[in-house]
């Protein structure tokens, strides 16, 4: 799973080039969408509000969070099932995989940021850019 995309992005178009960055661990692996619905866990403090926040179902958001999990020996949250604090909470190493996650997508773009300029410059820039027969927001009179 990956972070939410524009309407452009899901209709396979994007501005210039980008990253997606995965680390493949175990049997599985451990990717933007995951960490962000971990992040969403610490957050809204439930499995059901992040996958409501992500706008996935509960079903699919617990299975996310258990291919994550089976990357590591240690819980990465703990849930509660009854009383008045019912819910989930990140453990320790859970908001150390957010955090080292982050940092190390942070040092990945930094150091791809040449070669992702070059890309961009080489981009084909897309039929719809420059064909006058395709209406753009703002040219017909319309927005």
Not at 50 to 68: C, H, I, N, P, S
Request: glycine share 10%; aromatic share 6%.
């Amino acid at each position: 799973m990956s972070r939410p995309k524009s309407k452009r992005e899901a209709a396979g178009q994007r501005d210039r080039p980008g990253l997606r960055v995965k680390i493949y661990m175990a049997d599985d692996m451990i990717g933007g969408g995951k960490v962000h619905l971990l992040k969403l866990v610490a957050k809204e403090g439930s499995i059901l509000g992040a996958a409501r926040a992500m706008g996935v179902d509960y079903k699919r958001a617990w299975f996310l969070l258990e291919t994550l999990q089976r990357c590591f020996e240690a819980p990465l949250f703990v849930t509660k099932r009854s009383g008045a604090n019912r819910g989930a909470a990140l453990t320790p190493l859970g908001h150390e995989v957010i955090m080292r996650h982050d940092a190390h997508l942070s040092a990945v773009t930094a150091a791809s940021a040449d070669y992702l300029d070059w890309l961009a410059s080489q981009q084909r820039v897309s039929d719809r850019d420059t064909d006058p027969a395709v209406a753009r927001p703002g040219q017909d009179g319309m927005t």
